[in-house]
């Protein structure tokens, strides 16, 4: 497939964490100081009613009479009433967070408050649920330890499938690229005034194996173009083309599935279904985030790894092959020394000779002075007789 354009995403990749960090620090100031953060009964525990009515009614009617007939903070639900053939059929869910369910007579107070300020719209009890909350907390535990089991696993598949190109540090900035996707799910969330209950954990789930998929492909694009390219292409440069070559197909899919998630969040919109819009706008974030993360967090990170390594690695390898230079020099030095020594020891036994030797020549040389005095003083006497 050819390439049409090329864009440098590693050269950018500080912008893109600046934008992820500023994107949370915003929304962390809002959950922080605007929009505090909701938890569901399912977690919480406590009561949940539901009514059906006919009629129109403002949510601050119902939300104003519920809350008088109890001392109890209540958070309501409202939705369409599906089930019902009559159009004007509503539901309204009353939430008593707390890990006492409250008494019966309670809910008769509230029944019979709600009857009486709206006579002609025929409040009716549908369901009356009591929530335990250490069940919820078991099943929260029993997810996270769910989302931290994915993590190790996918921290060893990719570490054992994509070993040549480094992958236990691919693994890690994946997860670094999961737990980005896990944050901005749960700023949408806060933001949007929902409550954490189960839609955030399945909602958490499946963006995160969305995620995953979409970086586990840019991956193997890089093992492929790490051989076609060859040792000489530096790692931002593959990457940067497996990226680029990825980047189609990754927002093809991506418009594909926010399209029927759209569709979706579109009815339960109109139908006023908090439970499918708690679902699917959230998701629809996700999947925007997952996507976003893997092109430009989990890449990028990794390339930088990956330089940063390298970098050390070239450095430990000069120490040493300076630590092995030093130490043959050391050698040598340590050599020179033992060589003059047994040179000059050499030098000075061949100067001095054994003692009779040395006895020899001087015998030799007294009788060769004594001969040449003799044979001096027998010329001079034949000089005289001349």
Known sequence: MRQKFHIDFIKNSKIYFCISILLMLAALIVNIFVIPTRVDIQFTGGTI????YSGKLTEKQISDVAQKATKD??????????????SNSHLVSLQFMGNK????????????????????????????????????????????AAVILAAVLIIG?????????????????????????????????????????????????????YSVNDTIVIYDRIRENRRKMGPKATTA???????????????????????????????????NIDSIISFALPMMIGLVSGCYSSICIAAPLWVMWKNHSDKKKAEKNK????????????????????????TKKETKSSKKKPEPEVQEE?????????????????????ETED
């Open 319 to 342: 120490k040493e092959k300076e630590a092995k230079s030093e130490k043959k020099a050391k050698k040598k030095s340590a050599k020179k020394p033992a060589e003059n020594a047994v």
């Open 362 to 382: 001087e015998e030799e040389t007294e009788e060769t002075e004594t001969a040449e005095k003799e044979k001096n003083s027998e010329e001079t006497a034949a």
């Open 73 to 86: 903070t209540i958070t309501f639900t409202y939705a369409e009433n599906l089930a019902s053939s009559d």
């Open 157 to 209: 598949y990719i570490g054992i499938r994509f070993k040549k190109i480094g992958g236990v540090s691919a693994g890690v900035m994946a997860i670094v690229a999961l737990v980005h996707d896990l944050i901005i799910v749960y700023f949408t969330f806060a933001v949007f005034n929902m409550s954490l209950n189960d839609n955030f954990i399945a909602v958490v789930l499946m963006v995160l194996g």
């Open 49 to 52: 009613i539901k009514y059906s």
């Open 101 to 144: 369910a409250i008494t019966v007579d309670e809910q008769d107070e509230v029944t019979k408050a709600l009857t009486d300020a709206f006579p002609k719209n025929t409040f009716k009890v549908e369901q009356s649920t009591v929530v335990d909350a250490s069940k919820g907390a078991n099943f929260f535990f029993k997810c996270l």
């Open 237 to 271: 440069e593959v990457t940067n083309a497996s990226i680029n070559q990825c980047f189609p197909r990754t927002i093809a899919t991506s418009i594909t599935t926010l399209a029927a998630i759209g569709s979706v969040l579109v009815v339960s919109l109109i139908y």
